[in-house]
């Protein structure tokens, strides 16, 4: 079995930061893309940023210069720094991990999801 368990997600005001962390466990082989996506009341999911096995990233127009994602590979864990955040980043992070286990081929796991919420 493998599980994605997320930290970090709070309450802040406007302008400051937060670090959300998503960490992979159990009978995991290999790792390609980890991807942080986000989800606000009466929205559809959306990605937000993603990083691929050799550290090439991408970001939501929305994100770029505030949001930066990185990887552990050696803690199968992936970050979200969060910087200059803005009322409208309010929504709860979910990490997505593609992921080969032993026991599975390929498969996209999710993790329960941190509420981060941004107060002006």
């Known amino acids: 079995q493998v599980q994605l368990v997320e930290s970090g997600g709070g309450l802040v005001q406007a302008g400051e930061s937060l670090r959300l962390s998503c960490a992979a466990s159990g009978s995991i082989r290999s790792i390609d893309h980890m991807d942080w996506y986000r989800q606000a009341p009466g929205k559809q999911r959306e990605l937000v940023a993603s990083?691929?096995?050799?550290?090439?990233?991408n970001y939501a127009d929305s994100v770029k210069g505030r949001f930066t994602i990185s990887r552990d590979n050696a803690k199968n864990t992936m970050y979200l720094q969060m910087n200059s955040l803005k009322p409208e980043d309010t929504a709860v992070y979910y990490c997505?991990?593609?992921?080969?286990?032993?026991?599975?081929?390929?498969?996209?796991?999710w993790g329960q999801g941190t509420q981060v919420t941004v107060s002006s």
């Open positions: 997505q991990m593609n992921i080969q286990s032993y026991l599975r081929s390929w498969y996209g796991y």
């Open positions: 990083v691929t096995s050799g550290d090439m990233t």
